[in-house]
């Protein structure tokens, strides 16, 4: 059974700092790409950053660029989500989500890709 876990959401106040954690059951997590979405209330789920199995390549959403951090620990299983410089308008649910094996290309931003999803944790920023 593949399991994701987030954690570490909460509610801070706007230019304040979150990290999120994800931590990832067995070898659900060797060898695939990781990813992080977003839903804010009232608006459909969107990509919010994703990073590779090999080599650690990352790649993000403009709305977060040089803002947020990905990073995984392999050895750990688990991925995380440093979130800087917030603004009201991250408020949402965050989700990591496990997407294809990584075999060259960690591109993926799409939902459909992700085949796993953890349970969401809130973040609220409050102005």
């Known amino acids: 059974q593949v399991q994701l876990v987030e954690s570490g959401g909460g509610l801070v106040q706007a230019g304040g700092s979150l990290r999120l954690s994800c931590a990832a059951s067995?070898?659900?997590?060797?060898?695939?790409?990781m990813g992080w979405f977003r839903q804010a209330p009232g608006k459909e789920r969107e990509f919010v950053s994703v990073i590779s199995w090999v080599g650690g390549r990352t790649y993000y959403a403009d709305s977060v660029k040089g803002r947020f951090t990905i990073s995984r620990d392999n050895a750990k299983n688990t991925v995380s989500l440093q979130m800087n410089s917030l603004k009201p308008e991250d408020t949402a649910v965050y989700y990591c989500?496990?997407?294809?094996?990584?075999?060259?290309?960690?591109?993926?931003?799409?939902?459909?890709?992700?085949?796993?999803w953890g349970q969401g944790t809130q973040v609220t920023v409050s102005s």
């Open positions: 067995g070898r659900t997590f060797s060898s695939y790409v």
């Open positions: 989500a496990r997407g294809p094996q990584d075999r060259g290309r960690y591109y993926y931003i799409k939902e459909s890709e992700y085949d796993y």
